[in-house]
T-cell receptor, first 110, second 114 residues
Framework: DAKTTQPPSMDCAEGRAANLPCNHSTISGNEYVYWYRQIHSQGPQYIIHGLKNNETNEMASLIITEDRKSSTLILPHATLRDTAVYYCIATTSYGNKLVFGAGTILRVKS | NAGVMQNPRHLVRRRGQEARLRCSPMKGHSHVYWYRQLPEEGLKFMVYLQKENIIDESGMPKERFSAEFPKEGPSILRIQQVVRGDSAAYFC????????????FGSGTRLTVV
């Protein structure tokens, strides 16, 4: 699995967009970028994944650079309930374990 | 459709006792993954199982820990002769395997060894 690098923490004002960066400069062609989050010791929650195209779902958007060396998770209108640790993981799809790094602690403030 | 069910939610064991943690995957999922999260630390992979087979146990401690996923019933993570350092949250995730993206995690079992 490719190594990912994320800032240790970020703050975001409630109602504003939260943009969480992730560097994965050694990602290989068959590795996807996955984002999960963990809210206060609950089980991790899947957010979104992508291979090379930008993706959007009801929770977030994922922007992957053309060279695939980095990506950004966007929470369009952050709420206090989005305060969590966000993990960016690069790995091949299905049947492969997820390896979690330290992630980014996102604090949404009112 | 129920999610990944883990029980018990909280488990207290005295040093030297055995701990058995259960994980029922989502319906239709045949792949199970166990993770451990020590207090104030990140999630560490322990073991990956498919029905009746251990696929990857590279994260399992060499002694006292074992896991199984029988043909019928939940996956079991078993810790023998628990020590205080085993106190942690243990999470289980499941997937359908081939072609499946987005693993589903359970709410975890908090093990406290006293």
């Amino acid at each position: 699995d490719a190594k990912t690098t994320q800032p240790p923490s970020m703050d975001c004002a409630e109602g504003r967009a939260a943009n969480l960066p992730c560097n994965h400069s050694t990602i290989s062609g068959n590795e996807y970028v996955y984002w999960y989050r963990q809210i206060h010791s609950q089980g991790p929650q899947y957010i979104i994944h992508g291979l090379k195209n930008n993706e959007t779902n009801e929770m977030a958007s994922l922007i992957i650079t053309e060279d695939r060396k980095s990506s950004t998770l966007i929470l369009p209108h952050a709420t206090l309930r989005d305060t969590a640790v966000y993990y960016c993981i690069a790995t091949t799809s299905y049947g492969n374990k997820l390896v979690f790094g330290a992630g980014t602690i996102l604090r949404v403030k009112s | 459709n129920a999610g990944v069910m883990q029980n018990p939610r909280h488990l207290v064991r005295r040093r030297g006792q055995e701990a058995r943690l259960r994980c029922s995957p989502m319906k239709g999922h045949s792949h199970v993954y166990w993770y451990r999260q020590l207090p104030e630390e990140g999630l560490k992979f322990m073991v990956y199982l498919q029905k009746e087979n251990i696929i990857d146990e590279s994260g399992m401690p060499k002694e006292r820990f074992s896991a199984e996923f029988p043909k019928e019933g939940p996956s079991i993570l078993r810790i023998q002769q628990v020590v205080r350092g085993d106190s942690a949250a243990y999470f289980c995730a499941s997937s359908a395997g081939t072609g499946d993206h987005g693993y589903t995690f359970g709410s975890g079992t908090r093990l406290t060894v006293v």
